[in-house]
């Protein structure tokens, strides 16, 4: 069965604190992703990766950085933790399917407040 | 740059049947997906389309148009555990697998 586990569901943080949220898939995915969702603006992407130490920018990577140093690790960073990246972060991994297209899996998600 | 049409909200009965409309205009199109998402949840995986016409799945169907940019999921004799938010989202025909997300249409089952 499809796994993909994220560190944590729920956490608080001050602002300006370094912010390490974890991501781990254990299906061999080649891509792994990290989104923000918010109400009424949907899924935003940050930051992808098609293998590892290959990252990309994704809509909205200020504020964030990435690490994939292992295939099935994908780490999103938040430099300095400010109060607008209080949000729900969705991590997710995606796999070729066999009717064509990117079926994406995505983790529980983390509630991130920054107070 | 990409723009991908919903509707916000849906109320529908159950056992009655509900269109979600998806409009979508962007760079680079292989398919289309909608996932399901209830309240506090993941997505997942509901459907995908990548030649025009309709996808039946049992109570589920999908429906896609490429000349149009136009998609719509269509559920059938609905539950109450049907409520959810339904996003759209397109496939862009990268080796990375990247999709585009719309903003969802939540979808309230009512007795």
């Known amino acids: 069965d499809v796994k993909v586990t994220q560190s944590s569901r729920y956490l608080v943080k001050r602002t300006g604190e370094k912010v390490f949220l974890e991501c781990v898939q254990d299906?061999?995915?080649?891509?792994m992703f990290w989104y923000r969702q918010d109400p009424g603006l949907g899924l935003r992407l940050i930051y992808f990766?098609?293998?590892?130490?290959?990252?990309e920018k994704g809509d909205i990577p200020e504020g964030y950085s990435v690490s994939r140093e292992k295939k099935e690790r994908f780490s999103l960073i938040l430099e300095s933790a400010s109060t607008n990246q209080t949000s729900m972060y969705l991590c997710?991994?995606?796999?070729?399917?066999?009717?064509?297209?990117?079926?994406?899996?995505f983790g529980p998600g983390t509630r991130l407040t920054v107070t | 740059g990409q723009n991908i049409d919903q509707p916000t909200e849906m109320t529908a009965t159950e056992g009655a049947i509900v269109q979600i409309n998806c409009t979508y205009q962007t760079s680079g199109f292989n398919g289309l997906f909608w996932y399901q998402q209830h309240a506090g949840e993941a997505p997942t995986f509901l459907s995908y389309n990548v030649l025009d016409g309709l996808e039946e799945k049992g109570r589920f169907s999908s429906f896609l148009s490429r000349s149009k940019g136009y998609s719509y999921l269509l559920l059938k004799e609905l539950q109450m555990k049907d409520s959810a938010s339904y996003l759209c989202a397109v496939d862009h025909n990268t080796n990375a697998g990247k999709s585009t997300f719309g903003d969802g249409t939540t979808l309230t089952v009512k007795p």
């Open positions: 299906m061999d995915h080649e891509n």
């Open positions: 997710a991994s995606s796999l070729p399917r066999g009717g064509g297209g990117y079926e994406q899996y």
């Open positions: 990766s098609y293998d590892v130490k290959m990252k």
